[in-house]
């Protein structure tokens, strides 16, 4: 995964194209149905494809199939894909959805267009002074929530979400758009859900436009539609299991 990846790396056999078009079908019928139940209009909640540890093909095939948004959790991994499908001129929207070191944000600030796991002031420090460097606007930023304030596995604790609100704010840099959560491990995504649509009402006490709340994942995203979702990150169901790589 070293430097470029020639362009013909981005084909994918027949078979695995049919797959994924039955499943990305399959997932926005379930979404809309959701939606249907929560009394939303689909058009409000946008799916991300998270391709994480799939080939740089099927992210190129996904949006072939008309899936533009694509989710990445490791910079290892996102930035030679990214710059896959680039060459090819193949245009996705990159969200990076994994915890992210500082050392980190100069790269990942050149292909996503949102950054979804913005968790410390120091992060959005790194972040905002390498989009100040790049020519591509504002970067898209996302607070991403510690909902049991075991913040080792990312996320900001509430008791500290004012103020990287405000070093975001600070930062002309940076937009702000809204909230990103995992349900922990072992809670009722409802009590989850619930908790993420608070904490968004509160930053949007402050930041308005800060509208978006990413929430749900492939075993819980209706339960987070039913609570607001707008971004939907789903890999298993979509791309398949990823149990064999550990
Ligand atoms: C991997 C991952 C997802 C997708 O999870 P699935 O269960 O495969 O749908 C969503 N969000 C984050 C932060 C992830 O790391």
Redesign the pocket.
Known sequence: MNGQTPADDLTVTDGRRAELAQNLAEVRERIASACAGAGRDPGEVTLVA?T?TFPASDAAALVGLGQLDL?E?RDQEAAPKAAALRAAGIEARWHY??QLQRNKAKSVAAYADVV??VDRPQLVKALADAAGRLDRGPLGVLLQLSLDGDTERGGVAEGDLGALVDSVTSRPELALRGV?A?APLGWEPDRAFEQVAALSAKVRATVPEAVEISAG???D?TRAIVFGATLV???????GS?SHLG
């Open positions: 998270v994480k989710g959790n959805i994994g979804q796991s990103m995992v994942m492939s075993g995203f990150r789903i890999g298993a169901i979509l791309l990823r």
